[in-house]
């Protein structure tokens, strides 16, 4: 069936760091693929999103390209805040066409000043 | 901005009683979906309603869970008996369909449930 596997963490970075969160994906078809990010006591938030092969999400900094060759997705920021520290989901959209989401585990970024 | 509306926040119950939970999605949002968030794990879909029907519950234990969104708005999940295994976060998440890729699941807050 439809996986997602995350890179573990947590993640530690200074302040102006740059991050790269691997995902990578089992799927049948073309499955849509996204970010998604939950804050400490909140639920979670859509960050970026990509529905075709080399397509590129981007939202508040952070990008992440579809690259269907090498079934991957990864998270990325050129410059992270002390404010993006929060746990990161990467989940696909399958093929069971119900619109049901699929995730990986998280990973947990801190983010020190 | 709407958002998804869920409560309690945060729900502390024995093994064997019996918990509810409840979840208001965003106005004019068709499809409703429950999801399990074990610690340190990520989401995982309970069930999914399409108005007041069920899409999908084939990862719904049903011998002790329940869900019900009887006029297609609001929805209550149920556990009875609960277990200890059940702790975890109760998701609810709503999106105006789901047969569109542009149909965003906006997610609540959130239910944590600790079982003793």
């Known amino acids: 069936g439809d996986s997602v596997t995350q890179m573990e963490g947590p993640v530690t970075l200074s302040e102006e760091a740059c991050l790269t969160i691997n995902c990578t994906y089992t799927a049948t078809g073309y499955p849509s693929l996204f970010w998604y990010v939950q804050y400490p006591g909140e639920g979670l938030q859509l960050l970026l999103k990509?529905?075709?092969?080399?397509d590129k999400g981007s939202n508040k900094g952070f990008e992440a390209t579809y690259r269907k060759e090498t079934t991957s997705f990864h998270l990325e920021k050129g410059s992270v805040q002390v404010s993006d520290s929060a746990v990161y989901f990467c989940a696909l959209r399958g093929s069971s066409n119900t619109g049901k989401l699929i995730f990986g585990q998280g990973t947990t970024l801190q983010v020190k000043p | 901005e709407a958002e998804v509306a869920q409560s309690p926040r945060y729900k502390i119950t024995e093994k064997s009683q019996a918990v509810a939970f409840w979840c208001d999605p965003i106005s004019g949002h068709a499809t409703l979906y429950w999801y399990r968030q074990i610690l340190g794990q990520g989401p995982e879909l309970l069930v999914q309603f399409q108005d007041e029907s069920v899409v999908d519950d084939s990862q719904l234990p049903k011998d002790r869970f329940s869900a019900e969104r009887l006029k297609g708005v609001d929805s209550t999940l149920k556990i009875q008996p609960a277990e200890l295994g059940d702790s975890a976060m109760y998701l609810c998440a709503s999106s105006l369909g789901w047969a569109s890729d542009a149909n965003t699941q906006y997610f609540g807050p959130g239910t944590r449930l600790t079982v003793l």
């Open positions: 990509a529905t075709k092969a080399d």
